[in-house]
Structures are given as C-alpha cells and as structure tokens.
C-alpha cells in the first residue's frame, strides 16, 4: 500500500446532541487536534518486585478547534448559553462637529453624553434630543460617548451556568502521494462536554482567533457486548476509490445443482480479506467482476451481479467455473449440474 497522509485541518460541525440539528459549521480553523490519553498503574511482585502488568484506566478523549473566523456560537457554547435578541442600552462613539458649540449625535442618548475635547479635557453635557450644547461656543469637532437603545443580539455570562454539552464531527481529508484524495477521516463524538475556557485577544497585527475545546463523555455503545463509547472514527472512501484487500474469497466455493432442481440461480457473495488489525469485509458485488473461465453455455454469470444462472436445457456433467475478480486479487467457484 502507498503512503497516505492525513493533511491540514479538520472541518467541525456541532450539533445538538438531542435534536440533531446544526449549530455551527467552522471551515476556517487554524488548528484542528483529536486527542487520546489513558493513565496507567504497575502492578508488580516477586523477587526485585518486577513489573508484571501495565492496568490502564481513565482513558480521556481530549478536542480542540482553534478558528482565524469570528463566531458569537464559539462564545455562546464555552459559556452554556443561546444568543438572545433583545432591546438593551448599549454604547455609542461617535465624531460630532460643532458649530458654535452646538451638535448633533445619531443616535437619542439616554443619559449625559461624554464630550472629549481636542485639549484632552472632558466634558459631561445633557442632551435635548439628539442635540448636545458645549460650553465655549467652541466650532470643532470632538469625540462623543453616551449610551441609547438598540436591538442587538446578546450573551449573558452568568456565573453558574456550565459549559454546552453537543455532538460533534471532525473531518478531514487522506491524501495519498500523488496528492489525491482517496478517503476522508471523520471522527464523531456523540457527547462533547465543552471545557468553557475562552480567551479573544485582540491584537493590531492580525486577527483574532477562538478556541472550542472539550472532552468527550461516555455514552452507551450501539450493543449490550461494546461497552461505552467516546467516538467513532470512520474513513470514508472517496468516489471510485477501492477497498484494500490482501484476497478475497467467493463463496461459495463450489455449486452443486441437482437435474430436478432446473433452472436455477445462485448469487455468489465476495469476502475481503484484510489481516493485520482490519476485519474482514463483505464486497459490494457492484465493484467485482464475475467472467465464465470455462464451461457450458447453459451456466452464465452476471458480469457486475454474481448472480449464476443454470438454463433448464443443462444436462448432468455440465459444469463451469467461475472467476471472481476485486482490485487485481481473484478466487474461481465450481458449478456443476448432478444427477
């Protein structure tokens, strides 16, 4: 098998845990990290006491996502609160020119309004209306802060409230050394608990950037026999590309069909065989190739099927063998018409 490379980062989808739908689709990361640990403890005895067994325990599945875009959902997650729309007082800045000491702001000020003049000194006026009157008659412009009413959305960090539990799928491209794509590499954590540290810095050189990070709880695996799961991991081929075997195994390996039994049809199945850490696998008959070797006519085989088919005008003796064919590795089956 050639090399294969798992390349840059992962795209992240959250989801809610209970009603499956979206909540944030974060394509532009800057990292992506998929993070597996366990502590263990020896147990040891005997003579010198050596080591005689490793228990590992407290495995710990550990996920980060550091993103270059700016997302309310990042903040929202980490402090385990929705983003409200609502009406508040919030602030506004804003360059006034006045004429004579007077102005207009855009907005209407609830409150004093705060006038920073050009000689560094500040000034508190009571606006009527949106207009603002400055003492010394002064025609300048200046900086003004106050505060009005707006409809915006908004994030309430109560003290309290834990971090957001959601599901969440990872997925990344394998690229092999010619730079195709031959599978994707999706990891899906059924229950994310969110860790709730967040840090924005703002900087004058760049942009800022947000980080997600959880860990994973255990949730119920799919039977009674596969114990708690933390994620599944799959690797997704991608379009036209083929399962890795070592062989393959048609079964069956041999047809028998009785005279009596005329006409008859038998679908051959494919076995993958994988070896190493890698189950085995049923093939799609789809990506096979099935070819008559030899033979009577009254026995065919569907080329992309693997469906054999034995005519009612066969006779006893008649036989044929088949050959099965998957990504270069082939495997023959016997058919023949008994009495």
């Not at 993070?35 to 010198?48: F, Q």
Request: with cysteine.
């Amino acid at each position: 098998m050639g090399n294969t490379f798992l390349v840059s980062v992962a795209e992240a989808i959250g989801f809610n845990p209970s009603t499956e739908e979206a909540i944030f689709y974060g394509k532009a990361n800057l990292t992506s990290a998929f993070t597996l640990t366990m502590a263990n403890t020896d147990v040891r005895g005997g003579i010198n006491n050596p080591l005689l067994y490793k228990y590992m325990h407290d495995r710990d599945l550990e996920i980060s996502i550091e993103s270059a875009t700016f997302d309310k959902t990042f903040l929202a997650l980490n402090v385990g609160s929705t983003v409200l729309n609502e009406t508040v007082n919030v602030i506004k800045t804003e360059c006034v020119q006045l004429t004579a000491g007077e102005g207009t702001v855009t907005a209407t000020p609830i409150g004093n309004v705060s006038v920073f003049k050009a000689d560094g000194t500040i000034v508190t006026v009571t606006p009527v209306g949106t207009t603002i009157t400055v003492p010394g008659g002064e025609s300048t412009t200046v900086k003004v802060v106050y505060r009005y009413s707006d409809t915006v959305d908004r994030i309430a960090i109560q003290t309290t409230t834990p971090p957001t539990v959601i599901t969440l799928i990872l997925i990344a491209e394998v690229r092999d050394d010619t730079g195709a794509i031959i599978e994707y590499f999706q990891v899906e954590v059924p229950r994310l608990q969110i860790d709730g540290n967040y840090e924005l810095t703002l900087a004058a050189d760049g942009v800022s950037s947000q980080a997600l990070k959880g860990m994973a709880l255990a949730v119920s695996g799919a039977t009674c026999s596969s114990g708690d799961i933390y994620a599944y991991v799959s690797w997704i081929l991608n379009g036209g590309a083929s399962i890795s075997v070592s062989e393959i195994a048609a079964n069956p390996s041999s047809v028998e069909v009785a005279i009596g039994d005329l006409p008859a049809t038998q679908q051959l199945t494919v076995l993958g065989i994988r070896g190493g850490v890698y189950s085995n696998v049923t093939l799609d008959p789809a990506d096979c190739d099935f070819t008559k070797l030899s033979g009577d006519a009254d026995i065919t085989v569907g080329l992309n099927t693997g469906l054999i088919a034995i005519a009612g005008t066969a006779d006893i003796g008649d036989s044929a063998i088949i050959q099965t064919e998957y990504d270069g590795k082939t495997d023959v089956t016997l058919v023949e018409v008994i009495a």
